[in-house]
């Protein structure tokens, strides 16, 4: 709580009682001794308290700071609660204007949510999406996004394809030049069974896997990872429908005639991408942009640096913020977060952040005598306090316990197992923080 202007804590002062001041911001800088020029200053300044200043540690506050009788123990002490007060100001609205940026402090209408989609690409499914259906954005939509999706789908505005480290995503049709830059991966020297497959697609495409080991005699475990290596190199599409197994297989230049594989470096198309990611993200540093994209850190920094370097972004602490939005953010008032998410580990913010939560995800669940992998991570007030945890299989699996970080968990109990049971279709967890529930 802010309650003086130099980062001194009015609230439990002796002062306050036994010479009846009453406290430099009630009082315009007026404490029971008189003028204090450092609140008078501040208050001209405009500010609400000395971390707001471009100057501090100014002269003046490093005075009052280090005075031999009314200083600080240790000295300094009040100039670091005011930078804390600072970060924490910042902290807190980054974190509002994400969850304004994400659509998770109000629903995206459709037209909002094509941006949003087109900024998570690659777009990953999560469990509670249907089998061959595209992903949904969970929690972010103000419409049946099953259905429209579905709908691109079938249009192919919506494509799927082996994207970041051989991963399964969805991008949209128009925007493949863009994330072939980033992932293809191209094979130098094919393999005589890629080239039979590859051939047999072309001559007889669509083939089923099915078609695929009867013309050829190969085991399906021998096709697939063929299948998946020819994906990654985006000579092969894989056209799929709801409930659909048989999975259609393409040559990608036959279904994708216009789409230019080299449209884009990687270079160019990470500095199409990136401040997108940005935009969502608010404020992120060069980890969380590996983490989301998986690519090499180095390449990231290369194109942060550029983008600095233009005026795109700004860097700040050890990341960056889009120019426009570090210029905005001193006056933005943020919205006071109240809200629970169990998010996914496809999700973009758990996306973004993963190194970092797996290793919070070890603390949380330190000395658990059952199983407990994270299911899905609690976005609590738009930031990571917990997990739900068990053992995830295909079918019935185990939802053992919620962990959870916050001093007041019990108090949030309910709504906790509420945000919990809705993307678990209303299982009830064996425990909450550790505790039977009955
Ligand atoms: S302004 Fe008054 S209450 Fe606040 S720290 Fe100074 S003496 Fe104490
Ligand atoms: S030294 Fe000045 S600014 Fe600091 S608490 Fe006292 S009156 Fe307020
Ligand atoms: S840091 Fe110094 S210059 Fe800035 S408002 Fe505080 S007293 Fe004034």
Not at 362 to 381: F, H, R, V
């Amino acid at each position: 709580m802010i309650d003086s202007r130099c980062g001194l804590h009015c609230t439990g002062c002796a002062y306050k009682t036994s010479c009846g001041c009453g406290g430099c911001i009630e009082t315009m800088g007026h404490p029971f001794h008189g003028e204090c020029p450092v609140a008078i200053c501040c208050q001209e300044k405009g500010f609400e308290h000395c971390g707001q200043c471009p100057e501090i540690p100014c002269a003046l506050l490093t005075a009052y700071s280090s005075d031999p009788e009314q200083g600080d123990t240790p000295h300094g002490t009040r100039i670091a609660q005011c930078q804390k007060w600072q970060e924490d100001s910042i902290r807190e609205k980054i974190v509002s204007l994400r969850m304004e940026r994400q659509c998770l402090g109000g629903k995206a209408d459709e037209n909002e949510y094509l941006c949003l989609y087109r900024d998570m690409q690659p777009v990953r499914n999560v469990y509670w999406n249907g089998f061959g259906q595209p992903p949904t954005l969970s929690f972010r939509a103000a419409f049946d996004d099953i259905d429209f999706n579905r709908r691109r789908q079938f249009d192919r505005k919506l494509v799927k394809g082996r994207f970041d480290g051989g991963n399964l995503g969805w991008v949209e049709a128009e925007e493949m030049p863009l994330f072939l830059a980033l992932y293809r991966k191209p094979i130098a020297f094919m393999s005589f069974e890629q080239q039979r497959i590859l051939d047999l697609i072309e001559q007889m495409g669509p083939v089923t896997i099915h078609q695929i080991k009867e013309e050829t005699g190969m085991l399906v475990k021998q096709i697939t990872p063929i299948l998946h290596r020819l994906q990654e190199a985006f000579l092969i599409y894989e056209d799929q429908y709801e409930a659909d197994w048989e999975r259609g297989w393409y040559r990608f230049d036959e279904m994708f005639p216009d789409v230019n594989s080299d449209a884009y470096t990687r270079q160019e198309a990470l500095r199409i991408v990136l401040p997108r990611f940005a935009y969502r993200m608010v404020w992120f540093d060069a980890a969380m942009a590996k983490s989301f994209y998986r690519l090499p850190e180095k390449e990231i920094r290369t194109a942060t640096d550029a983008l600095t370097r233009e005026g795109v972004f700004t860097a700040y602490g050890n990341g960056f913020m889009l120019t426009q939005d570090a210029e905005a953010l001193p006056s933005y008032s943020p919205k006071k977060q109240r809200s629970v998410f169990a998010v996914h580990r496809n999700d973009m913010l758990y996306r973004a952040e993963e190194p970092r939560l797996k290793a919070l995800a070890k603390q949380w669940t330190a000395g658990l005598s059952y199983d407990c992998e994270p299911l899905q991570y609690l976005l609590i007030d738009g930031e990571f306090h917990g997990a739900s945890v068990g053992h995830f299989r295909n079918g019935p699996y185990d939802l053992n316990d919620v962990v959870c970080d916050l001093a007041d968990a019990e108090e949030r109990r309910e709504k906790i197992i509420a945000a919990v049971r809705q993307v678990n279709f209303g299982k009830i967890p064996l425990r909450f923080m550790g505790k039977r529930i009955e």
